[in-house]
């Protein structure tokens, strides 16, 4: 297997987002170019900080990414640590350090979401840091718009980096799709004429 062909995987979280103020996972992987996984859930438990719910989303990935490693090593194949994005740092020493790298704001964390702590002193997966603005796995916790929705379209659909994005309306901006504005602009142009055939005057008249 070559290097730019190993799994890795994004793991991200949104912090209380559900009504019930749980939180949600967003968990992509990629084995070379192509996506092979994805998964988007609410997370089964409350939790206290933006920290921890990164924590548990990144346990919510670990048996996925296990199998995944056996899966492969089944097939013949050498597979080499796994890498699990991150953008959380604190999550991330928590993660490499367990216990150890607790505060009283997180040493009431059941010991379970440290069995990836475990996976990483064996070698088998590392935590590595990735900037917010890189997190794939922000496309499976909450609504991008725009620009970023574009990128991340086609980071995940492997499209090119310069693919149109003409056609992509955000609800935040600008309409810039050519046709609806043309359809927008013939249907103002049809309501100013009833408005003067009813009005009798120039089409500025009230109805």
């Not at 040493?107 to 088998?124: A, M, N």
């Not at 310069?162 to 050519?178: E, F």
Request: net charge positive.
């Amino acid at each position: 297997m070559e290097a730019n062909d190993r799994p890795k995987w994004w793991v991200d979280s949104l912090y209380a987002i559900h009504l019930d103020m749980r939180s949600h996972s967003g968990i992509f992987m990629t084995l070379g170019k192509a996506t092979v996984y994805s998964m988007s859930s609410k997370q089964k438990l409350n939790t206290k900080s933006s920290t921890e719910a990164e924590l548990v989303a990144i346990d919510d990935s670990m048996g996925q990414i296990l199998w995944a490693r056996h899966f492969l090593t089944a097939q013949g194949e050498h597979v080499p640590t796994t890498t699990i994005y991150q953008d959380n740092k604190s999550t991330i020493l928590l993660a490499e350090n367990g216990k150890t790298s607790s505060s009283k704001r997180t040493r009431h964390l059941d010991i379970r979401y440290f069995f990836v702590t475990d996976k990483i002193k064996k070698g088998e997966v590392n935590v590595a840091y990735c900037p917010m603005q890189d997190m794939l796995g922000d496309f499976f916790t909450k609504p991008l718009q725009g620009t970023q929705f574009t990128r991340m379209r086609s980071k995940i659909l492997n499209l090119p980096s310069n693919s149109s994005t003409a056609v992509h309306r955000s609800v935040l901006g600008k309409n810039k799709d050519p046709i609806v504005s043309k359809r927008c602009k013939d249907s103002k142009s049809r309501l100013k004429k009833n408005k003067a055939i009813i009005g009798g005057g120039d089409g500025n008249s009230k109805l």
